[in-house]
């Protein structure tokens, strides 16, 4: 079974800073897809950015890229221009590639993310 | 907003109590899932509807019962819950079309915050 692991359970950034959330993962798969979801306060949960295992160049969206280490099991979120709007909670997701279990995301517990003024 | 509504987006029951949760999404996906939200744990996948047919149920307690009328609407009822149970209720919907690209992203509602007491 995968797992997902985020260390960090809080984090904060001064406005218009970078910072970088950590996810690692475990998996016997060779294809799978990552992602990360934001949760803001009004708790609706959209998805920020997504990786594809088998390509190597990194995902970038806006100010949001990610530190894909396939080998290294690790999807790090970096936020560049760290916006208060920027502020929630930041989930790591793992799914699997392969048919069948492919529509379940493994989620990991979430980074809570405080941006200051 | 993701295209996902949940109702009611607060609900406090006592164990002996029946209620329902709601989700409507407004996507044209055939695929929707309950997802519970409890504090400082991963999101746990409860439920799986795809084309109206239940795909999977991860050994939730039988307190809890997903109906799926059609692809657009997708319920919990609840019955007898424990204390335990209180948690942020989530709703998702995807397309489940191909499972080898993004079509299936899972769209979020904003959840029902269930206290049971």
């Known amino acids: 079974a995968q797992t997902v692991t985020q260390s960090q359970p809080e984090m904060s950034v001064q406005e218009a800073e970078t910072v970088t959330l950590s996810c690692t993962y475990d998996?016997?798969?060779?294809?799978?897809?990552l992602f990360w979801y934001k949760q803001p306060p009004s708790r609706q949960m959209i998805l920020v950015i997504r990786q594809e295992a088998y390509k190597q160049q990194n995902a970038t969206e806006n100010r949001f890229s990610v530190n894909f280490q396939k080998a290294a099991k690790s999807f790090s979120l970096k936020i560049s221009d760290s916006q208060l709007g920027d502020a929630a909670m930041y989930f790591c997701?793992?799914?699997?590639?392969?048919?069948?279990?492919?529509?379940?995301?493994?989620f990991g517990s979430g980074t809570q993310l405080t941006v200051l003024p | 907003e993701t295209g996902v509504t949940q109702t009611p987006r607060h609900l406090v029951m006592g164990m002996t109590n029946k209620k329902s949760l709601k989700c409507e999404q407004h996507l044209g996906h055939n695929a929707m899932y309950w997802y519970k939200q409890s504090a400082k744990k991963p999101l746990e996948l409860m439920f799986v509807y795809n084309f109206k047919e239940q795909t999977e149920n991860n050994s939730v307690p039988s307190r809890f019962s997903p109906e799926c009328p059609n692809s657009s609407h997708l319920f919990l009822h609840l019955h007898t819950l424990q204390p335990e149970d209180s948690a942020l209720y989530l709703c998702a919907s995807s397309q489940d079309w191909d499972i080898s690209g993004f079509y299936n992203e899972q769209f979020f509602g904003p959840g029902t915050r269930l206290t049971v007491l």
């Open positions: 998996t016997s798969e060779s294809d799978y897809y």
């Open positions: 997701a793992y799914r699997s590639a392969s048919s069948g279990s492919a529509r379940q995301l493994t």
